[in-house]
């Protein structure tokens, strides 16, 4: 029983599209069951491979996702926490790791000694002497330059940790290549399970939220929190031309797909999408 629940699954996760449509293909298929007299056999040994499927699936998600990030924060918390530190406070003449980080400690010096003269011109702060002012600004220049002296540091950990977390993900992905099979299994067998309009509105909503018109501000704020993140120059030459062409590339793809693959496999779903984006 065990070897024809995995000979079933290996053949659920190497099934490839057809010529015929899926929907026509099963409706056949469902015809053939219901005149075949073990029917109820081969629906019960059907539920117990895809209960099987299904878990399996699940329990390499959670894998995928949970051991990344436990690795991620272990090594960061223990490893790189201690010797980056030790290393970055013995060079402690280092605070910045580029041009956009010194811009924007300049900036928050620069508000703060306006926000001083503000409340000194309105009369809120009428006993403020030059020299306390000059040791207001020292003592905030010291404390920009911690907050910026540990995003740095913290850029570099980010690094390291991140990279280590990639190959591990990596590595299971190569090592449990039949985990990995059934799991594309079981995800094809959710996507093209779901009806026309179900499969539309993912469509709409993956295209509106990644390529749509609003998408620009998006792609902005999060390529910035990526190269923030790594410690990165926030250049914005490079910003404004990874979103004048990425998205144009990830439209062109998802239409060739929609086109090539989708259009084979569910006709009538392309016809809703086409009918709901209009």
Not at 30 to 56: C, D, G, H, M, W
């Amino acid at each position: 029983m065990k070897y024809w629940n995995l000979k079933k699954i290996n053949q659920l996760a190497l099934e490839k599209t057809g010529i015929i449509p899926r929907s026509i293909s099963k409706l056949f298929d469902k015809f053939k069951q219901e005149l075949n007299p073990n029917s109820e056999i081969e629906a019960l040994e059907e539920f117990k491979v895809a209960r099987y499927q299904t878990l399996s699936s699940i329990r390499y998600i959670l894998l995928l996702l949970i051991v990344p990030i436990l690795v991620n924060q272990i090594s960061k918390i223990f490893i790189l926490d201690p010797l980056i530190n030790y290393f970055w406070n013995k060079n402690s003449g280092y605070i910045f790791l580029n041009d956009s980080q010194e811009e924007r400690a300049f900036a928050d010096l620069q508000r703060f000694e306006e926000k001083i003269h503000f409340e000194i011109l309105i009369g809120k702060s009428t006993h403020q002497s030059s020299a306390k002012i000059h040791k207001d600004m020292i003592e905030k220049a010291l404390e920009i330059a911690l907050i910026y002296s540990n995003e740095s540091s913290n850029a570099i950990k980010n690094i390291l940790a991140d990279s280590i977390s990639i190959i591990i993900f990596i590595s299971l992905l190569i090592i449990n290549k039949r985990q990995l099979s059934i799991l594309k299994s079981f995800i094809n067998e959710y996507i093209y399970g779901l009806s026309d309009t179900a499969k539309a509105f993912l469509i709409i909503l993956f295209t509106d939220i990644f390529v749509g018109f609003h998408s620009p501000h998006g792609w902005e704020i999060v390529i910035e929190s990526i190269l923030r993140h790594f410690g990165l120059p926030e250049s914005r030459d490079f910003i404004f031309i990874f979103i004048s062409t990425f998205p144009v590339i990830l439209d062109t793809i998802f239409k060739y797909w929609i086109f090539r693959y989708l259009n084979r496999i569910s006709p009538s779903a392309v016809a809703t999408y086409h009918n709901m984006n209009e």
